[in-house]
């Protein structure tokens, strides 16, 4: 059964940095396409950042870049996303996502081309 569980989230304050992990089991994260997407109250699920799995090119939305970094552990079988200069608008809960078809560097942030997803971690970012 492939399962993805999010962990790492947290309430810290404006600034601060957390560091997200998204671990699999059931499969193995290296052949799958990875993204990393957060909701806040409402219907919108934003990508944050993606990674491919041929090459490990990422891509970040313009609003985390330079902020967060999306990297991969093999032998762990997991991946992360490692967050700094955290602001309120980071709040959201996070889930990380999987698939294996071929998606393009440029679409790998939209939340419809992942089959498989994890249930979620909440990130609050307040003072």
């Known amino acids: 059964q492939l399962q993805l569980v999010e962990s790492g989230g947290g309430l810290v304050q404006p600034g601060g940095s957390l560091r997200l992990s998204c671990a699999a089991s059931?499969?193995?994260?290296?052949?799958?396409?990875i993204g990393w997407f957060r909701q806040a109250p409402g219907p919108e699920r934003e990508g944050v950042s993606c990674?491919?799995?041929?090459?490990?090119?990422?891509n970040y939305a313009d609003s985390v870049k330079g902020r967060f970094t999306i990297s991969r552990d093999r032998a762990k079988n997991t991946v992360y996303l490692q967050m700094s200069s955290l602001k309120p608008e980071d709040t959201a809960v996070y889930y990380c996502?999987?698939?294996?078809?071929?998606?393009?560097?440029?679409?790998?942030?939209?939340?419809?081309?992942?089959?498989?997803w994890g249930q979620g971690t909440q990130v609050t970012v307040s003072s």
């Open positions: 996502a999987a698939v294996l078809r071929t998606v393009s560097f440029r679409t790998c942030v939209l939340s419809s081309q992942y089959d498989y």
């Open positions: 059931g499969f193995t994260l290296a052949y799958y396409h």
């Open positions: 990674i491919i799995n041929s090459n490990g090119i990422a």
